[in-house]
């Protein structure tokens, strides 16, 4: 089941920091964006947050899957739910992400589009070296798909 979370946000915080390592970012967008938390039984499988960027667009500031549950497609089941919902307020979904072998083709496969990169993004804005897969981040993927037609 997957839910909005409007309350105690924080609560989920150990698995934000999954999908972003920079407590202070992530403190920086969690009260302005939305929290969906796919659930089972009570527990957080999956988290992610949606920010409304203004123009018909939001983006995907966070995702992360709990580690005993990744692999299942439960990412993918919870970004293709937020999709919807968004879909039905905004004209696009972006996102940003690290030059990752793991999270790139995610979001190919996902349907979404390159649109441009942000240059050192992550030795910026990160107070600690980001390493995902063996690969040290720096610059910052972005990606956009189209919710409606």
Sequence with gaps: MIR???ENKRDYMELLLMGD??????????DRGELYVLEEEGEALAVCV???EGEGTA??????????????GLGSA???EV???????FERLTLGTGDSPLT????????YVRTHIVPDYFTKNYDHPIIEAGVRLRDQICFEKRLRR
């Design 50 to 52: 949606i920010t409304d």
């Design 4 to 6: 909005l979370i409007t």
């Design 78 to 80: 919870l970004l293709s």
């Design 59 to 72: 983006e995907l500031k966070n995702i992360a899957v709990s580690p005993k549950y990744r692999r299942k």
């Design 104 to 111: 790139v083709p995610f979001y190919e496969s996902c349907g």
């Design 83 to 89: 999709e919807q919902i968004c879909s039905e307020r």
């Design 21 to 30: 390592e920079q407590e202070e970012l992530v403190e920086g967008y969690l």
